[in-house]
């Protein structure tokens, strides 16, 4: 059993940055491929960035692809999402996801194993 707890959401401006993490514990880390989703208020959860386990291949959603950037450090069993360049449209839940198949990134809910609290990231003047 691999438990996920994300970290470094809060209240920010419009332009700012800000980097999550999401520490795993429970199992081995680098069996995981690593995904962070969203979920805005009232609409469904959604695709952000996906890392392999090596992180070699990395894939984001066209509304963050330029601004956000997935990483991990596997000495740590920890994944990062480092946010640029923030909209108010990236107002959202946080949640960072493990996936068993490590050697692809996978898009959708079901493709993933482990799931995160989530963390409140807020965009706002």
């Known amino acids: 059993q691999v438990q996920l707890v994300e970290s470094g959401g809060g209240l920010v401006q419009p332009g700012d940055s800000l980097k999550l993490s999401c520490a795993a514990s429970?199992?081995?880390?680098?069996?995981?491929?690593m995904g962070w989703f969203r979920q805005a208020l009232g609409k469904e959860r959604e695709f952000v960035a996906g890392?392999?386990?090596?992180?070699?291949?990395?894939q984001y959603a066209d509304s963050v692809k330029g601004r956000f950037t997935v990483s991990r450090d596997n000495t740590k069993n920890t994944v990062f999402l480092q946010m640029t360049s923030l909209k108010p449209e990236d107002t959202a839940v946080y949640y960072c996801?493990?996936?068993?198949?490590?050697?692809?990134?996978?898009?959708?809910?079901?493709?993933?194993?482990?799931w995160g609290q989530g963390t409140q990231v807020t965009v706002s003047s």
């Open positions: 890392i392999t386990w090596r992180g070699l291949t990395r």
């Open positions: 996801a493990a996936d068993r198949d490590k050697y692809r990134v996978t898009t959708g809910l079901g493709g993933y194993d482990y």
């Open positions: 429970g199992g081995t880390f680098t069996n995981y491929a």
